[in-house]
């Protein structure tokens, strides 16, 4: 099946680090995708990991991908206010030009 | 300028009707998507267009056709409007099976 899953919420303080996890079942997809999605607007292309790499660092943003566990994780270090939105993670199985994605993960950032 | 631009932004009417919903991108791309969020924010995937051709058509009613006049350019007419089919509706655009592009959605209201 291709079935992603995500946790629903994470609640962070300023300045603290968010982790969202994700897992996921079809072990062809040859990207592994972070969009996000603010209140009212469109989804965002936050970062994405090829899927021979195990991490990918971009500013304040990390992406851990477990193969052998289908595990990917997002990382934003020193979490602001602005970073509260839905985080979806997303495979894109080999052949089958279509995203399937996670139930997203709505991140809130208490001041 | 917008890479994937959706119109209209917002369409509400009333239910029986038939509306169009137009999307148009300027990256080059030759693969085409339509994906339906509905008011748990899942995504999933209902139409995908290759270079005019449909290589996706997901369990979506008939009452939905895509047409796809050039490559730039997937529109989605749905017939019959009903309550169920209030959602938002993204368009995405890929280079083959590389990094997909969404437009901003168009929310639907059928009232």
């Known amino acids: 099946g291709e079935d992603v899953e995500q946790s629903l919420f994470l609640s962070v303080r300023e300045g603290d680090s968010s982790v969202i996890n994700c897992t996921y079942t079809?072990?062809?997809?040859?990207?592994l995708y972070w969009y996000k999605q603010e209140p009212g607007a469109g989804l965002q292309l936050l970062t994405y990991?090829?899927?021979?790499?195990d991490m990918k660092q971009d500013q304040r943003l990390t992406v851990l991908l477990n193969k052998k566990d289908k595990h990917l994780s997002l990382r934003i270090a020193d979490t602001q206010t602005g970073d509260s939105a839905i985080y979806f993670c997303?495979?894109?199985?080999?052949?089958?030009?279509?995203?399937?994605f996670g139930s997203g993960t709505r991140l809130q950032v208490q001041p | 300028d917008t890479a994937v631009s959706q119109t209209p932004k917002y369409l509400v009417t009333q239910m029986g009707n038939d509306k169009s919903i137009k999307c148009e991108q300027n990256?080059?791309?030759?693969?085409m998507y339509w994906y339906k969020q509905d008011s748990k924010k899942f995504l999933k995937i209902m139409f995908s267009?290759?270079?005019?051709?449909?290589?996706i058509n997901e369990t979506v009613p008939n009452r939905f056709s895509p047409k796809s006049p050039d490559k730039a350019h997937l529109n989605l007419h749905i017939n019959s409007l009903e309550l169920g089919d209030s959602a938002v509706y993204f368009c995405?655009?890929?280079?083959?099976?590389?990094?997909?592009?969404f437009g901003a959605g168009t929310r639907l209201s059928v009232l």
């Open positions: 995405a655009s890929s280079q083959g099976s590389n990094i997909q592009y």
């Open positions: 079809d072990s062809s997809s040859t990207y």
């Open positions: 990991i090829f899927s021979n790499m």
């Open positions: 997303a495979e894109s199985p080999t052949g089958r030009r279509a995203l399937t």
């Open positions: 990256l080059g791309h030759d693969t």
């Open positions: 267009y290759n270079n005019k051709e449909l290589i």
